[in-house]
């Protein structure tokens, strides 16, 4: 086992152990202080620049990977685009489901983003949302706990922990696991397609600018 294989995997581990203390821990200690809406925004600057410092020669080789592979290729970006057209609109279905037959699958978190817009500014919010979030997330959930395994059996098992967890972090009530099924499988897969974290980044920050717009619009 070399050096540079428990360098990575350790920042891995660290990665991980952080996203929930910071992320549920501090966020306890906090909230009562400066409210719960600031305090989650202050826990995801402080887990954005924990990523950054951690990750930021492994981040500057995906995109320098990216930048001469994926990004060259028209295809991709149209691949991009179908993901994320279908995603929105097994989501939707989803939502018309929930409305229609059970609504305990219908989302606390877009009511507690809803607070999170009116108590911080706009532009903060969004920042959140849709840059903070989507880039501490994929490296917590695809990056750390997925990586690049190389046997398939070891990928679909480290994906399946992937999405339940990543489910799990989103939710307030079980049934409410249904609703984020959809993009966590997809964000899961558009990892693997790819193999580069950059691309579920993309796509994710792509699934909540749409689904930021749609709240600040009032559709949902």
Same mark, same amino acid.
């Given at each position: 086992?070399?050096?540079?294989?428990?360098?990575?995997?350790?920042?891995?581990?660290?990665?991980?152990?952080?996203?929930?203390?910071?992320?549920?821990?501090?966020?306890?200690?906090?909230?009562?202080?400066?409210?719960?809406?600031? =305090?989650?925004?202050?826990?995801?600057?402080?887990?954005?620049?924990?990523?950054?410092?951690?990750?930021?020669?492994?981040?500057?080789?995906?995109?320098?990977?990216?930048?001469?592979?994926?990004?060259?290729?028209?295809?991709?970006?149209?691949?991009?685009?179908?993901?994320?057209?279908?995603?929105?609109?097994?989501?939707?279905?989803?939502?018309?489901?929930?409305?229609?037959?059970?609504? =305990?699958?219908?989302?606390?978190?877009?009511?507690?983003?809803?607070?999170?817009?009116?108590?911080?500014?706009?532009?903060?919010?969004?920042?959140?949302?849709?840059?903070?979030?989507?880039?501490?997330?994929?490296?917590?959930?695809?990056?750390?706990?997925?990586?690049?395994?190389?046997?398939?059996?070891?990928?679909?098992?480290?994906?399946?922990?992937?999405?339940?967890?990543?489910?799990?972090?989103?939710?307030? =009530?079980?049934?409410?696991?249904?609703?984020?099924?959809?993009?966590?499988?997809?964000?899961?897969?558009?990892?693997?397609?790819?193999?580069?974290?950059?691309?579920?980044?993309?796509?994710?920050?792509?699934?909540?600018?749409?689904?930021?717009? =749609?709240?600040?619009?009032?559709?949902?």
């Amino acid at each position: 086992m070399t050096k540079n294989y428990l360098e990575l995997y350790g920042k891995r581990i660290c990665m991980i152990a952080a996203f929930y203390l910071i992320n549920f821990g501090l966020w306890e200690i906090i909230a009562p202080i400066i409210s719960g809406e600031w =305090a989650s925004f202050m826990v995801y600057v402080l887990l954005f620049v924990f990523v950054i410092f951690m990750f930021h020669k492994e981040l500057k080789k995906e995109l320098v990977e990216i930048a001469n592979t994926k990004l060259k290729d028209r295809s991709f970006y149209l691949r991009w685009l179908i993901v994320l057209a279908i995603d929105l609109m097994l989501t939707m279905v989803v939502l018309w489901l929930a409305n229609t037959y059970c609504n =305990a699958i219908l989302p606390v978190n877009n009511e507690n983003v809803k607070n999170q817009l009116n108590a911080v500014p706009v532009s903060l919010g969004v920042i959140q949302g849709c840059l903070f979030a989507p880039v501490i997330e994929e490296m917590v959930f695809r990056y750390s706990i997925i990586g690049k395994p190389k046997s398939k059996s070891m990928w679909i098992i480290f994906s399946i922990i992937s999405i339940v967890l990543f489910d799990c972090i989103h939710i307030v =009530a079980t049934l409410e696991f249904f609703y984020y099924l959809t993009p966590a499988i997809f964000l899961t897969l558009f990892y693997d397609w790819n193999k580069n974290v950059l691309a579920s980044i993309l796509l994710h920050s792509s699934i909540n600018i749409v689904g930021y717009l =749609a709240l600040l619009v009032g559709v949902l």
